[in-house]
């Protein structure tokens, strides 16, 4: 019982964090507590958001996932590109951007199960190329998407914000995480996730076609980081060329926060969600305290340093509780 | 359990520490958000000292903040959004990227939230959301450059003795082709480059580099190419490949068009020892900076680089706040503000009314 007490009290840790942080700012920022600001804690996070979802899976196998970012700027380039420079309707390039994070998501997989590359290198690799590659194809020219109220800016709308202001990307980043939700606890894809990461080999002898699998890991979280790309772009509506890269690292901190082990084996999406949402807080809060930015990047390296600490208090009670 | 507790009570005292650097807000004094496009060169950071004396003189309080690199598009806008929702009496913006905070400017316009523009502003801004723009003319300074380069005899010398079958190449380097501010930059110094030349060599001079600025010449022969730079990021690192690959073609005159490229070029020449003119490897090329800084300061002054082009960061600074308290005093102010732009050498830079425009 006393045991059991424990864990639970792990489990809530980080969203008490989270209410804490809300409360703390909510009290010492500038007009902190106020729609204006809960807005832009949910805007500032789509794309973090899906980054997370997707690698949430990834690093339950065990795995890592570096490429999430430039993934996601190559694809919102491509998309842009061609919206610009090709003249596709709108639908299209939406459709792009995910077909091309998705097929950069499934190299990783080939690289890592089928020709069994550490994650790390496979992904450190599609990274940088996945950067180059959108400098290439756009001749390293900034792509805009349209912008509200221009004939295509429908896409804005229907994914970020009503015309009256309404953030509706909110309910697709909710509805999606659903989806992921019932994706990891409920089907054979989550099932083996879960088994590929806490001990691959005897996933192995258990039957489990292992490189197939996780190839789809990969390409789901490739899908994700096309899913991030649309929304990236209809939020910021600029995509400059060769950016990207430390964008991967807001999606991995979000996980790790949200107390997925980095081993593998274990994790939950409902701690990644609650982590990207103590970034989020974090930085919107330091921002309405008046402090400039390298103050926001300081405390969420703190707070991911505090998380892995937790992550590490973690699996020696649950080495404690194995014996 | 403790332990917890231990790494709980750490993160909370580490965020509550926030709360004594936090500049204090009085209701009373108005408050003027700027949010800049950088922070890493010097020229900012005098930017924010002439805002702040502004701030002083006219009893305002004022926030300054920009993203950590010129690339973070994302960063800005969420610091946008997030000065939007401290309600402030004014904001002084330099936009990354108009479209990005078009938008913004909107929302602000609905607010009754005047923006002034600051710096290289909010080009192609919608309409009647920019009260007012303090910066500097951008294309009269490349063009500044221009003529000071074709001005130095051995440069004109060049010029006037290339050939198709001896071109010579003219470079800018620009750390990107984005900014308003250095787009106009590579726009003036190209167009008054193209100029010149065209006239001592007609038909002869063609632009190349890159698709924006690109030209073939007249003819169809080339005795002056002038070639357009863009580094593949603003990372001092892909300036410094831009600034190698640019020598690599053997230039007569280069003219960097920010302290991004400048720095590059500095860093692909041993921070300028190569451009001595007596001893250095490139003791011929002839090298035209902008804004100043400590290492571009030195250069100048050894004579590695021939001289540079520099705005007025501190009125630039100043001009903004003081056009946000006249606008919400209900003055009139000029859609734009010229805050000027000068060339000085190793011979000017100490008259005090450059010396005063420099920073280390």
């Not at chain 2, 006239?199 to 169809?220: N, R, Y």
């Not at chain 2, 001009?319 to 606008?327: G, I, S």
Request: proline share 3%.
């Amino acid at each position: 019982m006393e045991k059991n007490k424990k864990f639970n009290f792990t489990k809530i840790l980080a969203p008490i964090v989270l209410v804490l942080l809300y409360l703390f700012f909510s009290i010492f920022g500038r007009n902190f507590f106020s729609d204006d600001y809960l807005i832009n804690i949910l805007d500032g996070s789509y794309y973090i958001g899906f980054m997370a979802i997707g690698v949430t899976f990834v690093i339950i196998t065990g795995g890592i996932d570096l490429s999430l970012g430039t993934t996601m700027m190559c694809a919102a380039l491509l998309g842009g590109a061609a919206f610009n420079s090709w003249h596709w309707p709108m639908i299209w390039c939406l459709l792009l951007v995910v077909f091309v994070a998705t097929a950069i998501g499934f190299l990783n997989g080939v690289l890592v199960a089928y020709l069994n590359l550490p994650p790390f290198i496979a992904t450190l690799g599609t990274q940088m190329m996945g950067m180059g590659f959108g400098a290439i194809l756009t001749r390293v020219q900034t792509m805009r998407y349209p912008t509200f109220g221009t004939p295509e800016g429908w896409f804005k709308n229907f994914f970020y914000k009503t015309t009256a202001g309404f953030p509706v990307g909110i309910f697709w980043l909710f509805g999606f995480f659903l989806i992921a939700l019932i994706l990891l606890s409920k089907t054979k894809f989550g099932r083996y996730t879960f088994a590929i990461g806490s001990n691959r080999e005897a996933a192995r002898l258990s039957g489990i076609k292992i490189n197939p699998w996780l190839t789809g890991v990969y390409t789901f979280c490739g899908f994700c980081c096309g899913l991030a790309g649309i929304f990236y772009a209809a939020v910021y509506t600029s995509i400059i060329p060769s950016t990207g890269n430390g964008m991967e690292l807001l999606g991995i901190a979000g996980v790790v926060i949200g107390g997925t082990s980095m081993a593998g084996g274990t994790g939950t999406l409902v701690g990644t969600l609650i982590g990207v949402y103590i970034m989020s807080v974090l930085k919107q809060g330091l921002m309405s305290m008046g402090l400039q930015s390298h103050w926001q990047t300081f405390f969420t390296g703190v707070v991911v340093i505090g998380a892995v600490l937790l992550d590490q208090y973690r699996l020696k009670q649950g080495a404690k509780v194995k014996k | 359990m403790k332990k917890l507790l231990v790494v709980v009570s750490v993160l909370l005292i580490l965020v509550s520490l926030s709360a004594f650097v936090a500049p204090a807000v009085a209701a009373d004094t108005p408050y003027i958000a700027m949010i800049s496009k950088g922070f890493q060169h010097k020229f900012w950071q005098t930017v924010q000292a002439g805002a702040q004396a502004a701030a002083e003189k006219y009893g305002v309080k004022i926030t300054f903040d920009g993203p950590p690199s010129e690339s973070d598009i994302s960063v800005q806008v969420d610091m946008l959004n997030a000065a939007m929702a401290n309600n402030p009496a004014a904001l002084c913006l330099a936009a990354l990227d108009t479209e990005s905070v078009t938008e913004q400017l909107n929302t602000c316009k609905e607010k009754g939230i005047p923006v002034i523009g600051f710096d290289s502003g909010v080009p192609n801004a919608p309409e009647g959301s920019i009260i007012s723009t303090a910066s500097t003319d951008n294309e009269a300074a490349g063009a500044l450059a221009a003529d000071q380069m074709a001005g130095i005899e051995k440069v004109m010398a060049a010029i006037t003795g290339a050939t198709k079958d001896a071109p010579i190449v003219l470079s800018v380097i620009s750390q990107d082709a984005t900014s308003a501010s250095i787009t106009g930059r590579t726009t003036g110094f190209v167009n008054r480059m193209y100029e010149i030349c065209n006239e001592k060599q007609p038909g002869l001079v063609a632009v190349t580099g890159h698709d924006k600025w690109k030209k073939a010449s007249e003819s169809g022969d080339v005795a002056i190419e002038i070639l357009v730079s863009i580094a593949a990021s603003t990372s001092v690192t892909d300036c410094q490949t831009a600034a190698q690959a640019v020598i690599q073609r053997g230039p007569v005159g280069i003219f960097c068009t920010n302290s991004g490229s400048v720095d590059g070029m500095l860093s692909a020449t041993a921070d300028g020892s190569d451009l001595d003119r007596e001893k250095g490897r490139y003791k011929d090329l002839v090298v035209i900076g902008f804004d100043s800084g400590a290492t571009l300061l030195n250069a100048v002054r050894n004579q590695w680089f021939h001289g540079a082009v520099t705005q007025d960061p501190y009125m630039i600074g100043f001009y903004a706040v003081e056009l946000a308290v006249k606008t919400l005093n209900g003055e009139k102010v000029d859609p734009i503000v010229d805050t000027g732009c000068q060339y000085y050498t190793y011979q000017n830079m100490d008259d005090p009314a450059i010396a005063a425009l420099l920073y280390e």
